[in-house]
């Protein structure tokens, strides 16, 4: 499993009036370390960001447990539980778990995850949906590879 950061851009951007404006963006990516995600960052924002100069301005560790890769306009933060029982005590509980889905909508977003998790045998429980505002989530580097 992946550990993900949220990186943080500060740069220029000129408005529709040609007037330089400071703008924060946030981006989601995996890394090892906050190092790595620096690291990391710098390096993916090169290439968006070619000829502006930005600056890193915060980098954060999120619990997400997968992120789903596919067609959409924005990102969304789907957090589902799921139904376990302890077979020692035969007890129930709930394990949360984040899941970044891509959509054009928060009702498409649902059925992408309800697609994924179809072949599951636990039960799980929709707790919350919300859109994020990751201009980008990156890949993990290894799935990079494997595309070529």
Known sequence: MDIWFECKARYDREDK?????????????????????????????????????????????????????????????LTIAFLEIDPINGKEGTTSKVYIVPSDNIQNSIMTLDAYLESMVVDYELLNVSKTNYIEVFRPILDLRTES
Request: aromatic residues 16%; glycine residues 8%; negative net charge.
């Open 17 to 77: 009036n040609g007037v330089a404006k400071k703008v924060t963006e946030s981006y989601l990516l995996p890394a090892v370390s906050y190092t790595d995600a620096e690291a990391r960052f710098y390096a993916e924002m090169e290439e968006f960001l070619t000829g502006n100069m930005f600056t890193v301005h915060n980098i954060a560790q999120k619990r997400i447990h997968e992120v789903l890769y596919g067609d959409g306009g924005f990102w969304y933060k």
